[in-house]
């Protein structure tokens, strides 16, 4: 071993007791059990079994090629590139069958399948890789064999996997359950934007009761688009808005333009909170409340829905703009031959929404803000775990931190 070898490895030292290997040294590489099945063949032998591409099950057969416990890692693709936060390696095991484009990793005496899986998940291998074309890389069999691992001993490999699947079974969870709360919420506004469940008014004490009243957008809003041209951006200045902030759910990080060009944009239409911006051109129908105090201004990819306050709840109504029925409305009028796919103001105005009284509308919005909330509060609660995991990985996987491991096992370390 020598100092290109830890440079390689991107390591400064190896711990005591590891080893500094290469893949084809430590590991043994099954690539002859791989088979490729196309598509076509595929649709006609549809089973239980999983079959497997370079990042992800592709398809489930009625056959299989391996039985056993395995890490893939894939041989060529874009992933390579979002390392940090796609993984890079899967790990399987019982029935299955894997194509040509992953290379299958199995156990040695010295090396578990599960360490390679860990140590190469999101590490950054690219100077390894050959190019197949821009953005695509290869991981050939022989690069393979050459890619430097760190290497502890097998009880102390063990003990670290075992720490770390705690975690993805935590993350794995709380996924779980943001899936379930989306869909509830889903379910509600479907029953409560449609008039078929009704809440209890608090004054009362009984259920809502009155009919719902049904109109065109237009009839209760005035609707703008954004500035046509593509402004000059600038290092610090007002914030601009585009579809992009609006499918991402997150204002933070924006654009700039000067104070001038916002002065004449905000003489044509101003933002103001309570307002509800509405991507309309490539994603059609994203819809966001603004509850701050916002001094921005937007492109012309979004609407502006200014609502009339007496008539409308700010919040009810961009919920109702985000709800399964609106979004048909949308679909009818949308421009689909247009690339992007687009649908103009004219028509968002033609588009028929439903509504209750303003009271009503107030407390439904209350209810679906509290499942977002819930939702927020999971979405921020995953992000902490994957932040951990992320760290303890970068601690456990290279040493710096060292776990115990039990004296019949093996070693204390």
């Known amino acids: 071993m020598n100092n290109l070898d830890l440079i390689q490895a991107r390591v400064s030292e190896v ?8 893949v084809a040294g430590a590991l043994n590489i099954r690539n002859n059990f791989r088979k490729p099945i196309s598509q076509e063949v595929r649709s006609h032998i549809q089973g239980d079994y999983p079959y497997y591409g370079p990042t992800k099950i ?3 057969i009625s056959e299989y090629e391996q039985d056993g416990t395995y890490a893939l890692i894939g041989e060529d693709g874009d992933h390579f590139l979002k390392f940090s936060t796609m993984s890079q390696t899967q790990f399987i095991s019982g029935k299955c069958t894997v194509n040509n484009h992953a290379h299958i990793i199995e156990s040695s005496d010295t090396c578990d399948s599960k360490w390679f899986y860990n140590y190469f998940k999101h590490r950054d291998i690219t100077n390894f890789l050959s190019r197949q074309g821009a953005g695509r890389f ?6 393979l064999e050459r890619l430097p691992i760190l290497v502890p001993p097998l009880p102390e490999q063990r003990k670290i996997a075992k720490i770390l699947s705690t975690w993805d079974k935590a993350i794995a969870t709380t996924e779980k359950l943001i899936a379930t709360s989306k869909q509830q919420k889903k379910a509600l506004m479907q029953q409560l934007l449609t008039g078929k469940k009704r809440l209890v008014n608090p004054e009362t004490g009984r259920v809502f009761e009155g009919k719902w009243e049904e109109v065109e957008l237009g009839e ?3 609707i703008y688009d954004g500035t046509h041209s593509t402004p000059k951006y600038v290092e610090q200045g007002v914030p601009f808005y585009s579809v992009e902030h609006l499918t ?3 204002f933070s990080k924006t654009k ?3 104070e001038e060009v916002f002065a004449k944009e905000n003489k044509r239409v101003k933002l103001e909170c309570g307002d509800i911006l509405m991507t309309r051109i490539g994603d059609i129908g994203t819809a966001k409340c603004l509850d701050w105090d916002v001094r921005a201004s937007f492109y012309v990819s979004l609407a502006l829905i200014k609502a009339n306050r007496e008539k409308f709840d700010s919040q009810y109504m961009g919920y109702y703009i985000n709800s399964h029925e609106f979004h048909r409305e949308l679909y009818k009028r949308t421009i689909h031959v247009a690339f992007p796919k687009k649908i103009n103001l004219g028509e968002i105005n033609k588009c028929r929404v439903l509504f209750p009284s303003t009271q009503e509308q107030q407390k439904i919005a209350q209810v679906l803000t509290a499942a977002d909330k819930e939702v927020e509060q999971l979405q921020f609660k995953l992000g902490y775990f994957k932040q951990e995991k992320k760290a303890l990985m970068q601690q456990l996987l290279t040493g710096k931190r060292r776990v115990k491991v039990d ?5 204390v370390l």
Do not use: C, H, M
Request: glycine fraction near 10%; avoid cysteine; charged fraction near 25%.
């Open 15 to 22: 711990p005591e007791g590891w080893v500094l290997s290469k």
């Open 138 to 143: 290869k991981l050939n069999k022989a690069t």
């Open 248 to 250: 991402r759910g997150d």
């Open 58 to 60: 592709q398809d489930y």
């Open 256 to 258: 700039f333009i000067s």
């Open 220 to 222: 209760v809003s005035s």
């Open 407 to 411: 004296t019949e096992a093996g070693a």
